[in-house]
């Protein structure tokens, strides 16, 4: 069983954070916020997986800058709390993965719900109270089904979909090699002076190289079920979305997703991804 973690009362006010640490919350909270919208999106397009695990990814980000705000003042202290409570939870989560004795859920809010009992598990009564008041309401995800079924096939964009027919390793090859093709057509039209196209074929490109980052990162991380690849790249798509304009210029086009991929993804990730972005140099502020 996880040890609880305990809260600490508050005797005296919290200390100045510095600009490492302040910055820290503010991307924790930020992407909180990202994908609690992204949930809501899959909720409105009726799918169920990824409105439960960007409900699910957006709790731990909250967790994140809750204890970033109240650990010690001191970053290292609390960088070692942060790991703490990182391992304690996904001790908590990954012992109830194991639900052939488990009810099932009727609807995909008892999934986060069930999710939420786990991780509020893990701090004692006073933490896990700060905790709640952190996550937002699920009603949203009450009129949709546990899982995706006949009722609700699953999108052929995902990119668990698209890796059915073949290995996850085999979809990686493909999204790098169609990135590859797309780069050689974006170089033949700059020539051509059809800038336009030319940046529509270099951003599809980078997200292709998004896609295949996102399937490997996942299987690093036992995902072979692509959930977490699927949630992020949801991230991605709802923030390209959004964008007011479509670049003309390719460069101009490449730092938008570029911005994208550093509002949706860790920093350390956004790190490894620079190189396969033509992002040379220090990409994460210190």
Same mark, same amino acid.
């Given at each position: 069983?996880?040890?609880?973690?305990?809260?600490?009362?508050?005797t005296t006010p919290t200390p100045m954070l510095g600009a490492r640490r302040s910055a820290a919350i503010a991307d924790a909270q930020a992407k909180a916020a990202l994908y609690a919208r992204v949930s809501r999106t899959a909720a409105t397009e009726r799918d169920p #997986?990824? /409105?439960?695990?960007?409900?699910? =990814?957006? $709790?731990? &980000?909250?967790?994140? *800058?809750?204890?970033w705000e109240r650990a010690p003042g001191d970053d290292e202290e609390a960088g070692r709390r942060l790991s703490a409570v990182a391992t304690a939870v996904g001790a908590a989560v990954g012992a109830a993965t194991d639900t052939a004795s488990a009810v099932p859920a009727r609807d995909a809010r008892e999934v986060v719900v069930t999710a939420r009992r786990r991780l509020l598990g893990?701090?004692?009564?006073?933490?896990?109270?700060?905790?709640?008041?952190?996550?937002?309401?699920?009603?949203?995800?009450?009129?949709?089904?546990?899982?995706?079924?006949?009722?609700?096939p699953e999108s052929p964009e995902s990119l668990r979909w698209r890796s059915q027919?073949?290995?996850?390793?085999?979809?990686?090859?493909?999204?790098? #090699?169609? /990135?590859?093709?797309?780069?050689? =057509?974006? $170089?033949? &039209?700059?020539?051509? *002076?059809?800038?336009?196209d030319a940046a529509g074929q270099a951003c599809l490109a980078d997200l292709f190289e998004i896609e295949a980052y996102l399937v490997e990162a996942s299987l690093a991380a036992g995902d072979t079920d692509l959930l977490l690849a699927d949630v992020?790249?949801?991230?991605?798509?709802?923030?390209?979305?959004?964008?007011?304009?479509?670049?003309?210029?390719?460069?101009?086009?490449?730092?938008?997703?570029?911005?994208?991929?550093?509002?949706?993804?860790?920093?350390?990730e956004v790190e490894r991804l620079a190189p396969r972005l033509g992002r040379s140099g220090p990409v994460v502020p210190e």
């Open positions: 069983m996880t040890t609880p973690v305990q809260s600490e009362p508050e #997986r990824v /409105a439960t695990g960007a409900a699910w =990814i957006s $709790d731990v &980000l909250a967790v994140r *800058a809750l204890v893990v701090f004692d009564g006073p933490a896990a109270a700060l905790v709640a008041e952190r996550l937002g309401e699920l009603e949203y995800l009450a009129e949709l089904p546990a899982v995706a079924g006949r009722v609700l027919n073949a290995t996850a390793e085999v979809l990686v090859s493909d999204l790098r #090699r169609a /990135a590859a093709d797309c780069r050689v =057509i974006a $170089d033949a &039209l700059l020539a051509a *002076a059809y800038r336009r992020r790249r949801a991230a991605v798509v709802l923030l390209l979305s959004e964008a007011a304009d479509r670049p003309v210029d390719v460069a101009a086009a490449r730092a938008g997703v570029w911005a994208v991929v550093r509002a949706a993804l860790p920093p350390t």
